[in-house]
């Protein structure tokens, strides 16, 4: 049931990571899938969970410790969404799909093998987080997945397979996440150095 590396009194939220819905290059999809586990099993209080979108105004974002990794090199993505969990005794979990870190992996453990610090990136590569409770994330998220397509219509990376996810309101808004304009979207922004402030160990 437990991962190497994760106390076994910690009570895992969510499936194995083998069994979690995953689709590789979606990982906006996977966490949102996440979030509707949990809720549909009732594994901890949804609003002790959080969707964590991860990017910066230039959309260039390096983070450690993903399996796409090569050794120690760190992966530049345009955007990557981790889900958090922080439970009543105040510890902080992330569950990440990609990395090779533990799953779920200690807040604390997470932030200092995969995001490092911004001390000693350029400005364009340092990165932001907008933090969304997970049940605004699933009343409001939607994709059609128009971004994962050539401009000949063709995929860039094979979809899931289950229908996109959409709402009354929107068929996609994944912009206004991915956004760290604190003025447009759902949840909080802040900077890495104030989300490791504010949810890690005190």
Not at 103 to 116: H, K, L, N, T
Not at 182 to 192: H, Q, S
Request: aromatic share 14%; hydrophobic share 35%.
């Amino acid at each position: 049931m437990y991962e190497e590396g994760v106390s076994s009194d910690y009570p895992v939220i969510a499936p194995l990571r083998e069994e979690c819905v995953y689709t590789s290059c979606f990982c906006e999809e996977n966490v949102w899938k996440l979030c509707e586990y949990i809720k549909d099993q009732q594994t901890c209080p949804t609003d002790e969970v959080y969707a964590v979108f991860i990017s910066n105004e230039r959309r260039t974002i390096p983070i450690w410790k993903q399996k796409s990794s090569r050794g120690d090199e760190p992966v530049i993505w345009d955007y990557h969404v981790v889900l958090l969990h922080l439970n009543k005794q105040g510890q902080g979990f992330i569950y990440d799909l990609d990395t090779t870190l533990p799953f779920p992996c200690p807040f604390d453990v997470y932030s200092g093998e995969a995001f490092r610090s911004d001390l000693f990136l350029k400005p364009e590569f340092r990165r932001k987080m907008r933090v969304v409770p997970a049940v605004t994330y699933l009343q409001k998220f939607a994709s059609d997945r128009s971004h994962m397509k050539h401009s000949n219509g063709t995929w860039r990376m094979p979809p899931p397979s289950y229908p996109c996810i959409e709402t009354a309101e929107s068929k996609m808004n994944l912009d206004d996440f991915i956004s760290m304009n604190a003025n447009v979207g759902c949840g909080e922004v802040y900077k890495l150095s104030d989300f490791v402030q504010h949810f890690g160990v005190k």
